[in-house]
């Protein structure tokens, strides 16, 4: 099995609050890793440290063979980690004076340099692999929630990333349009993309991830099979926290 | 004792061919002076917000000081005092558009600084985590967006350096105000004169508001 993503004792810090505590973990290629924690816990934090949007303290950090130095100013090894890694974010983040194709064909374009006419085919491709298609000329803000997140979602595949991170992407989505949302992601999980995925859907992280990851105030407290973690958690952390989100 | 005063209208119409060949200098000194102060303001707006010290403080330094002295002054500066540092003279018409230039650049500056910091760090941090170069992200994605918030400001500096022009009659550029002085010495029809005058910076400032005005319109699509 290929690594692609390998965290060994990082530690992060805002200031004088400690967010990241010797963080251990280890992504293989095609694991659907599903990251779960209170507010604040740091979950959000470690998956921003995988692309370099947040730096990290101390530890070691390597990314599909590229290690990421604490305190990086390492544009290579980050340029080259970018590429690879896909982001979807809680706010979506879509371009608002590009069209919805140009957003995907933009990083394509400039990064790749990828002629207009592959970029533009990439783009209708994926358009209707996210099933929006028809919204294609259209800009962002006449989309709906569910269907900028499915753009945002192709945007990110447009590079071809080996990785996925998607940032609490239902987070802020009306209810009815969350299911638009996960259906894609778990399409995408069943054709083999390897995935990080912070989220409060439990449903969704009980059905798909490989893996379940349990953080508490910046530590990782449980790791497991999500039939394990869910069903017979070991921490009195872990039992309270899903006490209280599966309640009700 | 009764005074009458009856608007001359004829001397107003008749003043009117010599008022018009101010308007040419007027609008060399203030368009000529604002593009070169938009270049200005873009690049000292961003030297204003970068992240190191010694690229942002030369930039605050020329901002405070041309928004904080009078252009009245500025103009005087460059007209009677620097041709003594150089060693030679300034014609008006050139030490006029430096004028606006620097003071517009000044003002712009700032506007190329709020527009810029108005746009969500999302925005950003899409732009990188695509793979995106920093300058990439900044010049195709950031400022894109905030040049059409920076539209409305930038045509209100346009019209406050349009109207700075007037100004510069005191060093003797055949502009706006300039031409009317010069008709009023030998007519002395301060009243008509000056009422035109008027009018004509109204006709430029009122064409100017609605070009943005429509641009604005057509440009915003959905930010």
């Known amino acids: 099995m290929t690594q692609i993503v390998q965290m060994r004792g990082m530690n992060k810090y805002f200031g004088t609050l400690h967010v990241l505590k010797e963080i251990d973990l280890t992504v293989e290629a095609g694991e659907v890793v599903v990251i779960i924690g209170a507010s604040g816990s740091g979950k959000s934090t470690l998956i921003r440290c995988v692309n370099g949007l947040e730096e990290f303290e101390s530890g070691k950090l390597v990314v599909d063979g590229n290690e990421l130095a604490p305190k990086s100013g390492n544009q290579k090894a980050l340029a080259k980690i970018r590429k690879e890694v896909g982001m979807v974010f809680q706010q979506f983040n879509l371009f608002p004076h590009l069209t919805v194709k140009k957003n995907i064909m933009l990083a394509p374009r400039k990064v790749k340099e990828a002629p207009e006419p592959i970029a533009s085919a990439t783009a209708d491709r994926l358009l209707n692999r996210v099933g929006i298609a028809s919204q294609a000329d259209k800009y962002p803000s006449h989309l709906s929630g569910g269907q900028q997140q499915r753009v945002a979602i192709a945007r990110a595949l447009a590079m071809e990333p080996k990785l996925m991170l998607f940032d609490e992407p239902t987070s802020a989505l009306d209810p009815e349009m969350i299911g638009e949302v996960l259906d894609v992601m778990r399409e995408l999980a069943k054709e083999g993309m390897t995935m990080m995925v912070v989220t409060h859907e439990m449903g969704f992280a009980r059905e798909v991830a490989d893996r379940v990851i349990y953080i508490h105030e910046g530590r990782i407290v449980e790791e497991g099979k999500p039939a394990d973690v869910f069903d017979n958690p070991q921490n009195e952390r872990t039992q309270a926290f899903l006490s209280r989100v599966l309640a009700h | ?223």
């Open chain 2, 1 to 223: 004792m009764e005074f009458q005063f009856q608007f001359d209208w004829q001397a107003a119409i008749n003043s009117i061919p010599y008022l018009l060949k101010g308007i040419p200098y007027t609008l060399l000194i203030s368009f000529g002076g604002l593009a070169i102060g938009f270049i200005l303001g873009i690049f000292f707006g961003l030297l204003s917000i970068n992240k190191r010290w010694f690229l942002r403080w030369p930039a605050t330094a020329y901002i405070e000081i041309f928004r904080g002295t009078p252009i009245l002054v500025q103009v005087l500066f460059i007209f009677y005092g620097l041709p003594d540092l150089i060693g030679g003279p300034i014609d008006p018409l050139t030490a006029g558009i430096a004028a606006i230039a620097l003071n517009s650049g000044a003002y712009i500056s700032e506007v190329v600084r709020g527009g810029v910091q108005s746009i969500d760090k999302g925005q950003t941090e899409a732009g990188l985590s695509l793979g995106l170069s920093r300058s990439q992200t900044f010049w195709s994605i950031i400022w894109p967006q905030a040049f059409r918030r920076m539209i409305p400001p930038l045509g209100n500096q346009a019209i406050v350096s349009i109207k700075d022009t007037s100004l510069f009659s005191v060093i003797g550029v055949g502009e706006l105000v300039r031409q009317g002085q010069v008709y009023i010495a030998n007519t002395f029809t301060a009243f008509e004169v000056y009422f035109v005058v008027a009018l004509m910076y109204l006709a430029i400032t009122l064409s100017l508001s609605l070009v943005l005005r429509y641009i604005e319109r057509r440009g915003l699509v959905s930010v």
